[in-house]
């Protein structure tokens, strides 16, 4: 069973900065080569792709929205992935999601990945 948990959502002003952990359990399987993404979807939109990384190789991509802000990171040893979210504007307010595509490449199609987690809220206040 695969498990994808996240934390460290909350209410910050605008300007500020948080950071997302989302740690894997994957009760023993090996996923070999394998893609963590970042989603986000606000009230009344589309689930957005934020960032994306390529486990093995840490190749990153992201959103242009959020490029130069947020930061995409990998801790192997732990199994988590991370985004670090600096100068957060009122329109990075959403729910975030972290999800697992079993493959190589670096997608930002929802359809590409497999495993989700449960979402975190981020409410920025301007």
């Known amino acids: 069973q695969v498990q994808l948990v996240e934390s460290g959502g909350g209410l910050v002003q605008a300007g500020t900065s948080l950071r997302l952990s989302c740690t894997v359990s994957?009760?023993?399987?090996?996923?070999?080569?394998?893609?963590m993404g970042w989603f986000r979807q606000a009230p009344g939109k589309e689930n957005e792709f934020v960032a994306a990384?390529?486990?093995?190789?840490?190749?990153?991509d992201y959103a242009d929205s959020v490029k130069g802000r947020f930061t995409i990171s990998r801790d192997s040893a732990k199994k988590t992935v991370y985004l670090q979210m600096n100068s957060l504007k009122s329109e990075d307010t959403a729910v975030y999601y972290c999800?697992?595509?079993?493959?190589?490449?670096?997608?930002?199609?929802?359809?590409?990945?497999?495993?989700w987690g449960q979402g975190t809220q981020v409410t920025v206040s301007s």
């Open positions: 999800a697992i595509d079993l493959g190589p490449d670096l997608s930002r199609m929802t359809r590409d990945y497999t495993y």
């Open positions: 994957t009760s023993g399987r090996n996923f070999g080569v394998y893609t």
């Open positions: 990384i390529n486990w093995n190789e840490a190749r990153t």
